[in-house]
């Protein structure tokens, strides 16, 4: 046997890199990222503050200071506290390794967010997908049923729900949450909640094993990968133990509190990219042999449906035009011919119109 063969797990070696492709010379509509950058006076004045930090030393472990700024300008209830992480991945991670017990198991709707079912199995659990219906919505009969048979130890709702878009049904989720009771947690996954009007976040103090988990990355601060989560205080304060010590860098951390300095900004460019999906969905709806489904995001799914013309041609013409949005009729069944498309700017927006409207002919 090789070296990696002898030290590298079989179920790793199986696995594929997390592919994200070089954007370099495209209009970039793949990865949900806001278009919009800081005002330049804003700019100077970030700089201005990044330049005063102690890059010599470590972080303070405790992030107080931009834990406090989070919970008072993002909604976290008061009693309620939260855990950093390096972007949702890495709190996805946390939960995992806290609650991987032998014979746990993991459970999210398909199609979902793929790290719930990579970080599921890098853990050592179990990974079960219950299929949404045709429109995206949940199956509630088939979770709750899936529920009971499994006892999952972490239920994963992404509300809205990438890639499709989807905001859940609320008195659904509640339901899930009842089912699920004191078995396991229920990570209710608000990284789109700027461009929702809801959120589950008021709903903790109901639902000890409600976890909201959220990120800065949609908000226009992808660059400093910075997730947070909140829940019960007893449940939270075991998720800390897992979480690496000075895992937010100093840097992020200085921007992350200049940023919710000046939130204001961040929320009229949220509103700028909620107006635009608008506009954009019913241009793109007026096109012949494009389906449309609802968002509550800051992307549009869309299903091509001219007969004998597939999603990934579409993909691959608007490629050849420089325009790279995201493939994601492989991810499973229900996302046949599926493309998903970031909001961005109406300039940017007006390119990828009249580039899929060319690569739309049969």
Do not use: W
Not at 72 to 95: C, T
Not at 112 to 118: D, E, K, N, R
Not at 158 to 166: D, E, K, R, S, V
Not at 286 to 311: H, Q
């Amino acid at each position: 046997m090789s070296l990696i063969e002898n030290i590298i797990r079989a179920d790793v070696r199986a696995l594929s890199a997390y592919h994200v492709q070089d954007a370099a010379g495209f209009i970039k509509l793949d990865a949900m990222e806001n278009p919009y950058t800081l005002p330049p006076a804003l700019q100077q004045k970030l700089g201005e503050r990044l330049g005063q930090v102690a890059l010599n030393r470590y972080p303070v472990p405790s992030y107080a200071a931009l834990k406090s700024a989070i919970c008072a300008r993002l909604g976290v209830p008061a009693g309620f506290d939260i855990v950093l992480g390096n972007g949702s991945d890495e709190l996805i991670a946390i939960v995992s390794v806290a609650c991987a017990k032998a014979g746990a198991k993991v459970l999210a709707p398909l199609p979902g967010f793929v790290m719930y079912a990579i970080s599921a199995q890098l853990a050592g659990m179990e990974f079960i997908g219950v299929p949404l219906q045709a429109d995206f919505r949940l199956d509630l009969p088939a979770m709750l049923s899936a529920i009971r048979t499994h006892r999952p130890a972490i239920t994963y709702l992404a509300y809205p729900n990438n890639p499709t878009g989807t905001l859940f049904d609320a008195d659904a989720m509640v339901a899930i949450l009842r089912e699920v009771g004191d078995t396991g947690v229920v990570i209710v996954d608000e990284a789109y909640q700027p461009f929702a009007d809801a959120s589950f976040m008021p709903q903790l103090a109901a639902f000890p094993n409600l976890v909201v988990m959220r990120t800065v990355s949609k908000l226009g601060l992808a660059g400093i990968r910075l997730g947070y989560m909140a829940a019960a205080p007893e449940l939270l304060a075991q998720f800390d133990k897992v979480r690496p010590p000075y895992n937010i860098n100093v840097l992020t951390q200085a921007t992350a509190e200049f940023a919710l300095e000046h939130s204001a900004v961040l929320d009229e460019q949220a509103a700028a990219i909620c107006a635009e999906r608008s506009r954009l969905a019913l241009a793109l709806a007026a096109m012949p042999g494009v389906e449309v489904f609802p968002s509550s995001a800051n992307f549009i799914l869309i299903r091509i449906t001219t007969a004998g013309l597939s999603g990934t041609t579409v993909f691959e013409r608007l490629l050849a035009q420089k325009v790279l949005i995201k493939n994601v009729g492989k991810m499973h069944a229900l996302l046949e011919n599926c493309l998903r498309i970031t909001v961005s700017t109406p300039a940017e927006n007006a390119l990828l119109e009249a580039a899929l409207q060319s690569s739309l002919k049969p």
